[in-house]
């Protein structure tokens, strides 16, 4: 029981870099740009762009060495890929992956310039390869993809 309570907790420097994500992506949010010239951006707020980059670029290279390794042992079978996507889900690619996405998206519908020119969204794109091998070992992944693009309702007439 000790041992799981332990795991459950985000070590300090997981919860460090969640609050340096949310940080930079709070420093890109427009706010109040009354006055502001469109598709001008401030040497500060490119800097912020810039080290947005570099941080995806991190973040990614570290989710492109896990999840080769985290596909091959999934494959062996189901009680493996359910292990190991308890693991990736208390690594960094389950913590700040999916808000980085969320947040990057968010930016990309407020501010798509600011966006282009920080260059963070063709690093993200290079992991979809490597999220689509893992997620087609998951088990009932047919009945899932069927759910998700029939319309509701329209699979229980036949």
Request: hydrophobic fraction near 40%; aromatic fraction near 6%; glycine fraction near 8%.
């Amino acid at each position: 029981m000790d041992h799981e309570h332990c795991s459950k907790e985000r070590s300090a420097s997981l919860d460090l870099l969640l609050r340096f994500q949310r940080l930079l992506v709070s420093k890109l949010y427009p706010g109040d740009c009354v006055g502001q010239v469109p598709n001008t951006y401030s040497p500060d707020l490119l800097g912020v762009g810039s080290l947005l980059k570099k941080y995806t670029a991190l973040l990614c290279t570290h989710i492109g060495d896990i999840l080769p390794v985290a596909t091959s042992i999934a494959s062996t079978s189901h009680r493996h890929f359910a292990e190991v996507s308890r693991v990736v889900d208390g690594d960094l690619t389950g913590i700040l992956l999916p808000e980085l996405v969320v947040s990057v998206v968010l930016l990309l519908s407020k501010n798509a310039g600011l966006m282009q020119e920080a260059g963070a969204i063709p690093l993200l794109a290079g992991l979809l390869e490597h999220l689509d091998r893992f997620n087609h070992l998951a088990p009932g992944k047919e009945r899932d993809d069927n759910e998700d693009l029939a319309w509701p309702g329209i699979m229980g007439m036949y």
